[in-house]
């Protein structure tokens, strides 16, 4: 006569078997989180380096009033790049680079290795007093010949409003 | 002595399961965290979001308060404020200086969660003023 086999379970493959399923669900669980505090991690990263360059931007528009400010007071005199550059170092504008055809240049740091780079051309005697032609946010980490984002304003400076 | 064998299995059955249950309550916990942590990061990121949208909508227009409003910004005790979502909110307020030459025009953008400033971004810009 067949004898009838009969399968149980040993003692001590169950707790083989739970060990391994907590071990594998624990894994998951902190490469979850792992992976969730890197995400947040660079969430905070991306806040930071934004408001950094809003904050060049801000600085960048306060150099260009008082750059407007030094046009305005001389207005309908003609300078020499010399005599314009003079002026500006009297005002605190010692960072403004001029060239003999008057266009103007200067940086801003707009933090973790990138500077705002701001240019245009100045026309003291007509209205707007000074054009943009740059806008461009440059990285000096990476030394590239082409701009890694360019910023460029419309080709013609907003015109100057009416006095109320 | 068979008996005994399925005592011991029945045992060693429960313990697992007490086991299992306890392990379980904290891994539960620890994948409810993350979840709050990702949720908590995307939520900032489209607050930054919104925020960078209306700084650029603001640094070419000729009228904030006008341009706050089509953005969806809702005026409020001076200032103007727009719900992202949840408790996430951003507050906009806009200061004039008046320059020798112009007038410069600076709208605070802040971040906030709850009564929190998670973030101030400032949308500033100049314009000249032509004499009569």
Excluded at chain 2, 13 to 40: C, D, G, K, P, W
Excluded at chain 2, 85 to 91: F, H, I, K, M, V
Aim: glycine residues 4%.
């Amino acid at each position: 006569m067949r004898q009838k086999t009969e399968y149980r379970v040993g003692v001590g493959a169950s707790s083989i078997l739970m060990i391994l399923v907590v071990l594998s669900l624990t894994a998951l669980s902190l490469l979850s989180l792992s992976s969730a505090r890197n995400n947040q991690a660079l969430s905070e990263r991306n806040l930071g380096m934004t408001v950094q360059y809003y904050e060049a931007a801000a600085n960048a528009q306060r150099k260009l009033a008082a750059m407007d400010a030094a046009l305005e007071k001389h207005a309908g005199t003609l300078f020499s790049r010399a005599a314009w550059q003079s002026i500006f170092d009297a005002e605190g504008l010692t960072d403004v680079s001029l060239t003999d055809e008057l266009t103007f240049a200067f940086t801003v740091d707009a933090g973790a290795g990138r500077t705002l780079a701001v240019e245009g051309t100045l026309t003291p005697n007509t209205q707007p007093r000074y054009r943009l032609t740059c806008h461009e946010l440059r990285s000096s980490a990476l030394q590239t010949e082409q701009p890694l984002l360019l910023l460029t304003p419309p080709t013609t400076a907003p015109v100057g409003q009416t006095n109320p | 002595m068979q008996s005994g064998k399925n005592n011991m299995l029945l045992v060693e059955l429960l313990i697992v399961l007490l086991f299992f249950a306890l392990s379980q309550a904290i891994v539960v916990q620890v994948f409810a965290r993350a979840q709050q942590v990702n949720h908590a990061a995307e939520l900032l990121s489209r607050t930054l979001s919104t925020a960078e949208n209306a700084a650029e909508v603001l640094a070419i227009s000729d009228d904030p308060a006008e341009a706050l409003q089509q953005l969806g910004f809702t005026a409020a005790d001076g200032a103007y404020v727009l719900a992202v979502q949840d408790e996430y909110a951003l507050n906009a307020s806009i200061l004039r200086t008046a320059q020798p030459a112009g007038i410069l025009t600076t709208v605070l953008l802040e971040g906030q969660r709850a009564e929190e400033t998670l973030f101030t971004l400032p949308a500033c810009q100049y314009r000249e003023v032509t004499a009569p």
